[in-house]
Every structure is written in C-alpha cells, then in structure tokens.
C-alpha cells in the first residue's frame, strides 16, 4: 500500500505538469483541427471581443455602459448615443451569461466609472452554461484569480484547457503585438465596443410555442451583479432588445419574465416597446439589423431622456 | 453517480481510504463497507429501486440456504423455481410489461378486435438485469451442487449489489465472486496499479470513443432521411464502434475498480473485432452474458433437442440469441436483432466449423489475408446487423437499410472529412488492442514491454489525449438501459 500511495503521490504532480506542457505545445504547433478543446480564438472571432477588450483598458468614466450578450454589442451603437450626448462603451460579448458579466464588471467597472449600465437581459441567458463567452473572455483577456475561479465554477475542460494556454501566452506575453482588423466579413468593429453588421435582412418564419426557462443556474450571479451596481451607487437599467416578433410570440411566458424583472428595478422590454418587422429590421432572428438599431436605440434614447427629466 | 464523474471520484475515494486504512483487519467490517457503499451508489441514482433489491437479495439468500439444506430434488427444484419465478416475473414486469400490452393488442387489432388495455408509466430499475441474472445463477448453481450456499447474509448480499458491477456487470457468478468475498484480503501492489490502467483505459473508450461516435451516431440516425447512403453505412460503423468502446469502456471500468479493491471479476470483452466468425464474436462480446445464456439456455436446450441433430442446434441457437436480444429490452428490433444473430450460425452449423478455435495472427505481428478477410466479414455483418440494434423500431431500421440502398454508396461521403480525427483515435484504440490482444486489456502489452518512464509516458498520452478529445456533451452509459 505504501509504494502505491507513494507512486500515486508521485505521479499526479508529473501528470499534471506533463499536462500543462503538452497543452502549450499542442496550443502552440498543432493546427486548429487536432484541437478539438483547447478554443483559443482571438482576433476574427466572436464578435469582435479581442478590439473591444483592448480598447476598453484606455477607457474611463462613461456615462452609460452596456453589458450583456451579442444582442448588446450588435444591438447598442455608440455613434447614436454619441450624437444625443453620451459618452458610452458596449462590454457586451457573444452568449455572455451573468457569471461574464460579473467577472467583466469586477475587472473594469471602477475604471468605466459609469454614471448608468444598461443591462440587457435576455431570458436564455439565464439558462445559459456561459461556456462560449468564458471561451470568449480567456482568450482575449488578461488572465487572473477570477478567470480561475469562473474555470472551477464552470468545471468544463474547454475552460480548463483555454485557461492553461491563456496564462502560458499571457506569461510569455505571446499575444503581444496582435491586432484585430477592423472590419471581418460582414462585420465592421466601431471605437466603443459596437459590432456593425453590414446591412442585410431575415425572413418570416413560424415557430413552435415555447416556453423560456426562467430557472436558470444564473440567477444567483445576476443578483450579485446587481448588489455590486447598488453597492457603487450606479443608476441600472435592465432592458430587453427586440428579437423578431414572431420569435417573440412563440414563447407564452413574456409576461411571467417581465414582471420577474420589474422586480429588480428599472425595466423595458422593447419588444413591447418598438414595432418592427420580422424581415426589414432582422438579420436573423434575435439580431437587429442597422435598421432595427437605429429605430431601437432612438427610442431607448428617448426614455433615458425621459428618466432625466 | 457515474464512473467518469467527480461524484464518483470522491464517492471512491473515500470507499478506498475507509476499506484499506480502516476496516482491513476485519474482513466483516469490510464486507459490510462493501454492501453499505453499493447500496449507497445504488441509491444514489434512485432510492425508491433499492428496496427491490434488498427484496431479491433476501429472498434468493433464503433460498440458496434451503436449497442447500433439503435433500429433496422435487424441493430444490420447486425452491429454483420460486427464485426464478420471482426474478423474472420482476423483470418481465418491469421491462416487457408495456411491450406485451402493445404486442397483444396490435395481434388483436389485426383480427379486428380493439382491445383497450392500459400501459403503465414504469421506471426500469437500474441494473435489474444484471442482479436478476446474477442471482439466478447462484440458485441454479446451488441446485447443481456446483457451489455451497452461503450462509453469511453480508456476502452474500454484497455478491449481489457489489457496487462496481451492479448496474451494467459483468454479471459475476458466485463461484467467482463469493469466495473472493469470504476471504482475507490483502492490498496486492501489482493488481492494483493494474486495476488504475484498466480505468484509465475505459475511461478513453468511454469518454474519447464512445462519446465523440455518439456524437456523430445520434445526429444520423434521428434524421437517416436526410443523409447519403455512404454517410449512412459511416453511421453503421459509428454506431457498433459506439456500442463497444461504450461498453467494453464500462467493463473495464469496473473491473479495475474491483482491481483496486482486490478482486478479480469476470472479463465481459475479449476483442470482438478480432473475431473470425459470428462464434467466434458472441465468444468475445459480453462473454458474462453469453456464458450465462450458454450455461442455463443453450446447452440445456442442446441438450433436450439432441435427438434432432444439427437441427437441434439451430433451434437451440436461435432461441438463445432471441433471449440474449429480448434481454436488451423489449422492442421487436431487439427480438430481430438476436434471430439474426442466431441464424448466422447455421453456415457454421452445417459445415462443422462451429466450435473450431483459430487463435489469430498466433507469434506474427500482423493477420494474414485470409484472417483479415474473415475478421472484415464478420465485423461487416456485425455492423450491419447493429442497425436494427441502435434503431427505434423495425419501420425505422427498414428505413435505414431502404435509403443505404442507392447508388450514393459508392460515393466519399461528405461527413468524413470531419470525422478524420474520429477515425485515427479509434484506429489508435484498435492498434493498442491488437497488440494485446493475448492480454485482458488493450494497454497490457505496452504495460509489460515498457519500462516504468515508458509506461508513465504512455499514461500521461493517454490523459492527455482524453483530455483535448473527449465529447464534452455527457451521455450515459449505453447498457445503463438494459
């Protein structure tokens, strides 16, 4: 039994520092296909969070900032907000999930200082396992104590494999020098974190009745994000972004949603708000195209103002 | 609680601790740690079923103790008969209840009489097969004089519920288990080390093979309409890989848990793929249920229908093999599934090749042609047959076969560039098995041949490689539903 515990003892130590070399070797040589969980994707990808999170460093005290899912960075443009006289930055990133946000918020919202956050809250995203967006964040973010701590909250071996190459490229500060081009694909990065999608449009489609899930694991993470924003005295405004409606229809429970999130303060469900059209203001079906966007963010405009006043 | 879970891990963990610091030099102690820790995992999954089996395992204690005690074979054998009645008559209820409700009912309809027979929402308990099995046996061969009752009920009922083999075997038989049980056990350095690479060795059938298969296998065949007929056949071959490395990963699992704490049970897979024909294959592939059906169906069977020849062979063949596929569940695919199986064994049959043993490549590195061919055939119609197998019912594994008829058969199909990964990792498990194909499991040989850098680094390929490939979307253990 002693040599057995005595080897065992041994040999965990030297599987776990073989493991992390062959990680960064096999991060580091292999091509994309041999690797099928270690995601580490940077600049092209995700939607634009590589420049975003780059920028957002030289970033501060903004007047609103957006957090949320890929609704918020292709959903709140800067520019618009810019010519009604707000100084914004959109945070948000591809399926973020509150345990994201949070992780986002304690790196750089005392930097942001924001006088408001528009949190968009999407009912899926409470569901979500927020294992894309962890993804997201590790490969174009520095990485620290939280990135560990989300990793073992979220135990999935994409996180922990990413996580182990993102610290050997931050270490040896292998990402030093890489930039992200502006525009990729369809896709063009406007300075304040917006994702601009070049102009094209969806279709009407018809969906199943369904119904949203609103007892996600999330939840706990987004009442926290919550105490933190109360705790820093920042104005929250929690808002749903308009998908298509006949996506919107399908699901019978909107209003059980609604009133659980008027619960937690301020609240617009713009799909309730704004009418569009499945095809004219959608490029798919939870993404607004530039139509939509503008109409959408003029009338969010139009409420901020009206909470000014 | 699965074995690839951290549940489990720590569950283990602390069984081991407990088993070998704590109770070692009480051997009561330590089968009473092994019952409690079994019905704990039992209960795990669902407490209601573990009454079921604290139930069976009493009532099959008794038994086996007053089939020991009457001298009486009139008495022994109504006492086998009590035990069996109330095993299967569990089983059928449990698993067949619904099917023979729909079957008779569809029968009737076809004379035109509408029954209005009720189904009932029934959860299978987990493992009911294997312990059913498993203390059927033990009556049998307490009848048969072939072992001695046990009267110590902490044995026996750890025989029954031992916890590594209890939901998905290998079903042990008692003289292997119980005497394993009765006896002091002492930690044995080699066996254990053993067992850690047999579980790390299921652990990549399981997790890397298995569940990347699934992956590909599931989207096929909930949608075979939709897909050619050569990424059809690629499906095929997913699947029956899917099934082994699903359940021979399982297997090994089990077994070197057992390893670790100090017992030897039965190997349920010997390398099916390596066989020269469908005998030579049911000899490789769940040999514990094979015996089992061998030993209490096929040769009794044999046995009474001897008088009709060859004749009585097939009969006996074939009914053995609708039993070992009704025992996999109750759908007619299963039923098909198993008469199939049973009359590929006519041909060899009738030329006498039936119980000829061909040891393979036996001293050479690599098969001959002609063993090549034979162990391509046999796996073809394997494959091939495990589509009935793995389809929700016979309309659909028609379908399957109906739409793998079309010219597209003979195109590359469109899917295969995506599975090139797939294919070298299944590949490597296949090049590991054959060279150990002598040994009980696929990493013996290099276990043997390596030194101890050698074996570490071969351990550490293999962590790693189950760690940048395995199926992160978790799937259950195929046989769990058997």
Not at chain 2, 139 to 160: N, R
Request: glycine residues 6%.
């Amino acid at each position: 039994m002693k040599r057995f515990i005595k080897s065992l003892l041994f040999f965990i130590p030297v599987v776990c520092f073989a493991y992390i070399l062959l990680i960064c070797v096999w991060g580091e040589f292999m091509p994309g296909i041999f690797k099928k969980n270690l995601n580490y994707f940077r600049a092209g990808s995700y939607g634009g969070m590589m420049s975003r999170l780059e920028e957002v460093k030289t970033v501060k005290n903004v007047d609103i900032l957006f957090l949320g899912s890929s609704h918020t960075y292709r959903g709140f443009d800067n520019r618009i907000f810019k010519k009604a006289g707000f100084q914004t930055f959109n945070l948000g990133s591809s399926a973020q999930s509150p345990m994201q946000t949070l992780l986002l918020l304690n790196r750089y919202l005392d930097q942001l200082n924001p006088k408001t956050i528009i949190y968009e809250v999407y009912p899926n995203s409470f569901t979500s396992d927020g294992i894309e967006s962890s993804l997201d964040i590790i490969a174009n973010d520095k990485n620290d104590f939280g990135s560990i701590q989300m990793a073992l909250k979220q135990n999935h071996i994409k996180i922990y494999n990413s996580l182990i190459y993102g610290f050997y490229r931050d270490f040896f500060n292998r990402n030093k020098g890489e930039k992200e081009k502006k525009k990729n694909g369809n896709d063009t990065y406007i300075n304040g974190g917006f994702l601009q999608k070049d102009l094209s449009y969806f279709k009407h489609i018809k969906y199943p009745n369904n119904t949203w899930n609103l007892n996600g694991k999330q939840w706990s993470y987004f009442e926290k994000i919550l105490e933190l924003i109360k705790k820093k005295n920042i104005n929250l405004i929690l808002v749903q972004t308009p998908i298509t409606p006949n996506l919107y229809h399908s699901f019978n429970n909107n209003q059980a949603f609604d009133l659980k999130m008027k619960s937690y303060g301020t609240y617009y469900n713009f799909n309730d708000i704004v009418s569009l059209d499945d095809s004219l203001h959608f490029y798919d079906p939870h993404h607004l195209n530039q139509n939509g966007v503008i109409i959408f963010n003029e009338k969010l405009i139009e409420k901020l103002f009206t909470i000014k006043h | 609680m699965i074995f690839n879970s951290f549940d489990f891990l720590f569950f283990f963990a602390s069984f081991f601790i407990l088993y070998w610091f704590v109770f070692v030099n009480n051997l009561k102690l330590q089968n009473l740690l092994i019952l409690a820790g079994s019905y704990f995992f039992y209960a795990w999954w669902d407490w209601r079923f573990l009454s079921l089996l604290i139930a069976s395992s009493a009532l099959n204690y008794f038994l086996g103790i007053y089939i020991g005690k009457t001298q009486n074979e009139k008495h022994q054998r109504y006492l086998v008969l009590i035990g069996i009645v109330a095993g299967v008559g569990t089983l059928l209820f449990f698993k067949y209840f619904n099917f023979f409700i729909d079957t008779t009912t569809s029968i009737f309809s076809i004379f035109g009489v509408q029954l209005k027979l009720a189904t009932l929402q029934l959860i299978l308990p987990l493992g009911i097969s294997f312990y059913t099995f498993r203390s059927i046996s033990y009556l049998l061969d307490v009848e048969s004089e072939k072992i001695e009752p046990t009267k110590d009920w902490i044995v026996f009922f750890s025989y029954i519920s031992f916890f590594p083999s209890l939901l998905s075997g290998p079903i042990d038989r008692a003289e292997m288990l119980v005497p394993q049980l009765q006896k002091n056990r002492t930690f044995n350095y080699n066996l254990a080390s053993e067992g850690m690479a047999q579980i790390l060795w299921g652990l990549f059938k399981k997790l890397v093979i298995a569940d990347n298969c699934a992956f590909v296998t599931q989207a096929i065949f909930e949608n075979y309409t939709q897909f050619s007929a050569s990424t059809l056949l690629l499906g095929s071959f997913f699947y029956i890989i899917q099934v082994y490395a699903d359940f021979s990963g399982y297997s090994d699992m089990a077994i070197g848990f057992a390893k670790l704490l100090g017992f030897r049970i039965t190997q349920n897979f010997n390398y099916p793929f390596f066989a020269q024909n469908i005998a030579e294959h049911w000899q490789r592939w769940h040999i514990s249920l094979t015996s089992w059906m061998t030993e209490y169906v096929y040769t009794p069977l044999s046995f009474n229908f001897r008088s009709l020849r060859n004749k009585g062979i097939i009969i006996s063949i074939i009914i053995n093999f609708i039993l070992v596929g009704l025992w996999h569940g109750a759908n007619w695919t299963f039923v098909v599934f198993g008469l199939l199986n049973g009359c590929y064994f006519i041909p060899l049959i009738l030329s006498g090749a039936l119980n000829k043993k061909r040891t393979i490549a036996k001293d050479k590195l690599l098969p001959s042609i002609r063993e090549i061919m034979n162990m391509g055939f046999t796996f073809s119609i394997v494959m091939l047959t495990a589509i009935i197998f793995g389809s929700k019912n016979m309309v659909e594994a028609f379908g399957y076969y109906s739409q793998m008829c079309s010219l597209s058969l003979f195109t590359i199909p469109p899917e295969l560039k995506s599975q090139i990964i797939l294919l070298m990792l299944i590949m490597l498990m296949f090049s590991f098995e054959w060279m150990s194909r002598d040994e009980q499991f696929g990493l013996i040989y290099f276990r043997k041949k390596l030194g101890r850098v050698g074996r570490w680094c071969l351990y550490v390929g293999l962590i790693f490689t189950i760690g940048m490939y395995m199926q992160t979307n978790e799937t259950a253990f195929l046989y769990f539903k058997f």
